[in-house]
């Protein structure tokens, strides 16, 4: 069954540096999403991507965020300039032209110190 | 905008006891809902959706209905298995127009099932 990858699993990164986090989506989905799970909070939607574009993006989504799907299979998300709260669990998924079911990955676990 | 609430964990019981958790929404139009399950070490995995008012979602055992009047999407299982110990996640997507299946999440509920 097709599924979606991330790598690494785990990060850690010093405060201030970039980072990024790749993401391999279902091979004929067309929208692309990243969310995060600070430990204990709730999973917050960060960003959509569709036809090489940002379709739609949170508060949370700042400058120091971007997202690119550089060649046909992979997504990726770039915080530029890390900072301790974005220490969290950040998972990317995937959907189809449908839109409304969503195939996550198991996420990659990213420690800022 | 949209919100969800889950009941408040974590939840504990006994293999072949019954399961409930409740969901309830704020959203405008009509969203679609849905609740997915992370099991320990894994990813969010989706469990079963609802798309429209009394559509009822069922998958492995586990049910839930789109309830618009009462503006809730509950989980129910007959008889838990001790498998089932997760986190489960109430959600829903407002897709359409300007929204591209954002989803919304509610803050997750602990299940542990014991033997």
């Known amino acids: 069954e097709p599924e979606v990858t991330q790598t690494p699993s785990h990060q850690v990164t010093q405060m201030g540096q970039e980072v990024i986090l790749r993401c391999v989506p279902i091979?004929?989905?067309?929208?692309f999403y990243w969310y995060r799970q600070i430990l204990g909070q709730k999973v917050e939607f960060l960003v959509s991507?569709?036809?090489?574009?940002?379709?739609?993006k949170s508060e949370i989504f700042d400058d120091q965020f971007s997202v690119e799907r550089p060649d046909g299979s992979n997504f990726t998300l770039k915080i530029r300039s890390t900072k301790l709260e974005d220490s969290a669990m950040y998972f990317c998924?995937?959907?189809?032209?449908?839109?409304?079911?969503?195939?996550f990955g198991p996420g990659t676990r990213l420690t800022v110190t | 905008g949209n919100s969800v609430t889950q009941m408040e964990g974590p939840v504990t019981l006994s293999e072949e006891a019954f399961l409930t958790i409740n969901c309830t929404y704020t959203a405008t139009g009509y969203p679609s809902l849905f609740w997915y399950v992370q099991y320990p070490g894994e990813g969010l995995q989706l469990l079963l959706k609802?798309?429209?008012?009394?559509d009822k979602g069922s998958n492995k055992g586990f049910e839930a209905t789109y309830r618009k009047e009462t503006t809730s999407f509950h989980l129910e299982k007959g008889s838990v298995q001790v498998s089932d110990s997760a986190v489960y996640f109430c959600a829903l997507s407002n897709a359409g127009g300007t929204s591209y299946g954002k989803l919304t999440f509610g803050q997750g509920t602990i299940l542990t099932v014991h033997p």
């Open positions: 091979s004929n989905h067309l929208y």
């Open positions: 991507f569709y036809n090489n574009e940002i379709s739609e």
């Open positions: 609802a798309t429209k008012a009394d």
């Open positions: 998924a995937s959907s189809d032209y449908g839109l409304y079911e969503q195939y």
